[in-house]
């Protein structure tokens, strides 16, 4: 059983600053649950970006410690990639407050309770399966963590097309409608790259068992 943690060198800080930008990221999904269900609707950005602030300056520093190190057993190109990935997380986070804030005449924060639900799963998901790396993960564990990532998303597919055929059903107001579909595409994207870190850490697993 191989041990990802020898492969980074002096490396226990990337698994602290991986371990953390996953945290950064679920932390940016729940920060966007609680300001819509806490503040009937009034999504604070300073917050929002606040998280995708920190989320860049870890991202920065893992690019400043892999200058450093010039052996790796463990591609750098993985180790980006994943970094990338979790940043990605609340920078989508951030275009949907900023986005809410503008249309939130038109639109309730109840109108995304369901998906934000599958968000904040897909989140924890993420963060789980980055906690994993600087053991001995085994296969079977990170297969079974990415499996429910695949079962999140698809029941997010399904909302999302219920929530198409509500809104184009007639009864919808045409304003309203485009900014539901607006949000919705939005929150959507936020679960495709929870999807997309979980498929970073499993090729990374993968690769070097």
């Known amino acids: 059983m191989f041990s990802l943690a020898k492969f980074f060198g002096r490396s226990d800080r990337f698994f602290e600053l991986l371990s953390e930008s996953a945290r950064s990221a ?3 999904v729940e920060l966007l649950a609680d300001l819509l269900n806490e503040s009937d609707g009034n999504v604070s950005l300073a917050k929002l970006s ?4 920190q989320e860049k300056k870890i991202a920065e520093t893992i690019n400043e410690e ?17 970094s990338r990935a979790l940043y990605r997380i609340p920078k ?5 407050g900023e ?5 939130r005449h038109l639109v309730r924060p109840s109108d995304f309770a369901s998906q934000m639900e599958i968000a904040k799963e897909a989140a924890s998901v993420v963060s789980r399966m980055v906690d994993m790396l600087p053991g001995s993960p085994q296969l079977d564990a990170i297969k079974n963590e990415n499996d429910t990532m695949q079962v999140l998303e698809g029941r997010a597919d399904l ?5 198409l ?5 007639g009864s919808t107001d045409p304003i309203r409608a485009m900014a539901l579909r607006d949000l919705y595409d939005l929150l959507e994207k936020v679960i495709d790259r929870c999807r997309d870190a ?10 070097n068992s």
């Open 66 to 82: 892999l200058v450093k190190v010039f052996v790796m057993a463990l591609d750098r190109e993985d180790v980006q990639a994943l």
């Open 50 to 53: 606040a998280t995708r602030r």
């Open 165 to 169: 055929r509500e809104i184009y059903s």
């Open 198 to 207: 979980c498929n970073v850490v499993s090729h990374i697993v993968l690769k």
């Open 99 to 103: 986005r809410f804030d503008i249309m």
């Open 92 to 96: 989508t986070v951030e275009k949907f």
């Open 159 to 163: 909302l999302i097309v219920d929530m």
């Open 26 to 28: 679920r932390q940016s």
